[in-house]
């Protein structure tokens, strides 16, 4: 319990009892579950830094979640699986212009995040350790646009910057963070990298013009694959740090899915900067997608179809280039990924102990080593 130890504000101090109170709960079923978890002595209990490392993981989804679920009210499908909101026809329709299933694909996805931090939140109650809870700082205000819930919500899809650069990451035969920290993989959507987008409409007056409505359906499209790909290399990048084989298992397992998630929306992003969609202009306040299939572009970084991993260097250029996730350094990654979501603007209005919080939460599981 370093957190007590470093002495709590009121707020942390409300998670840590709140989290305790849980695990307290659920500590007359901990046996029960820990005796399923029947495989080569992974039923002790977690070593403090596996459990700080699946927290953290669970803290992620739970704000994975609370914007896929601000998604799927306004743009997926409202159901008893993924419950909440009633659809804008007109965002929807949007959407439906990057691809047919794109209510569908919000559907699962947001289903997906759910069933990630519902298990982890109980897996690491099994085992008599606090649970991630973020609930205190459910607080901002949503989209007000017919169709939402008007829950409050724990983060902010109006005031995007979005780092595109993954796009052409993924694309480069020459270059890897990890070998090339300093390397500046060029934008995908220069425009969305500089200013404050809206990913949804945040009333109705955002359901018009056309070009408008389509540049907020395309900025979803690339916040999408944007925040997967951090999914993408978080899982693998913690799990080098796993002590138990089990808490392994529980990371290569997740993790994929996000992978999974990040090819689909690459995808989708990919039908925003192409014909007939692209070029587009949003003419309230400039955001232009390019058709990157077009001069100036050069096909090999930003042709559009180009959505499996190019095989780049990893580990050594004396080793043969290889297709792979990148990055996946594991030193100060759960920090980094609380860096990269604060400056893409998805906190906007949080208080700083929900930033105190996180950075805990992150620094207790970039503390995390790998036992033997
Ligand atoms: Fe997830």
């Not at 009121?10 to 989290?19: E, P, S, T």
């Not at 439906?96 to 109980?122: K, M, P, R, W």
Request: charged fraction near 15%.
């Amino acid at each position: 319990m370093k957190l007590i130890a470093r002495g709590l504000n009121a707020n942390r101090r409300w998670f840590m009892k709140n989290a305790l109170a849980c695990a307290g709960a659920a500590s007359a079923g901990t046996r029960l579950l820990a005796d399923d978890h029947n495989d080569n002595g992974n039923n002790r209990r977690l070593s403090k830094g596996d459990a700080a490392l699946l927290r953290f993981a669970a803290a992620a989804e739970i704000l994975e979640a609370d914007f896929w679920i601000q998604y799927n009210e306004l743009g997926g499908i409202q159901d008893d699986e993924v419950p909440g909101g009633s659809g804008i026809p007109a965002y929807t329709a949007a959407l439906s212009n990057l691809d047919a299933d794109f209510a569908q694909y919000i559907h699962d996805n947001t289903d997906d995040e759910i069933t990630h931090f519902t298990f982890l939140n109980a897996y690491l109650m099994s085992k008599g350790a606090a649970p991630a809870n973020l609930d205190q700082f459910r607080t901002l205000t949503g989209s007000t646009a017919t169709g939402s819930s008007g829950k409050p919500r724990l983060t902010n899809l109006m005031q995007l910057t979005l780092d595109t650069s993954w796009w052409t990451r993924y694309r480069s035969s020459a270059n890897n963070p990890d070998l090339d920290p300093n390397f500046v993989f060029p934008q995908a959507v220069p425009g969305l990298a500089s200013g404050q987008f809206t990913a949804i409409p945040r009333t109705n007056a955002d359901l018009a013009p056309a070009d408008h409505l389509q540049a907020i359906a395309n900025t979803a499209a690339f916040h999408m694959p944007t925040i997967e790909q951090g999914g993408n290399s978080l899982y693998p990048s913690m799990a080098q740090r796993a002590s138990s084989v089990e808490v392994l298992r529980i990371l290569i397992s997740i993790g994929p899915t996000e992978t999974m998630h990040f090819q689909t929306w690459s995808d989708k992003a990919g039908n925003a900067v192409s014909t007939p969609l692209a070029p587009l202009t949003d003419s309230t306040n400039g955001l232009t997608f390019p058709d990157l299939n077009s001069p100036p572009f050069d096909t090999e970084t930003f042709q559009t179809n180009l959505i499996m991993p190019e095989p780049c260097p990893f580990l050594s250029r004396s080793l043969p280039a290889c297709s792979i996730i990148r990055p996946t350094e594991t030193k100060g990654i759960a920090m980094g990924v609380v860096n990269f979501l604060t400056a893409m603007g998805l906190f906007i209005g949080q208080v700083p102990a929900f930033f105190e919080l996180l950075k805990d939460l992150a620094a207790e599981a970039d503390a995390a080593k790998r036992d033997g």
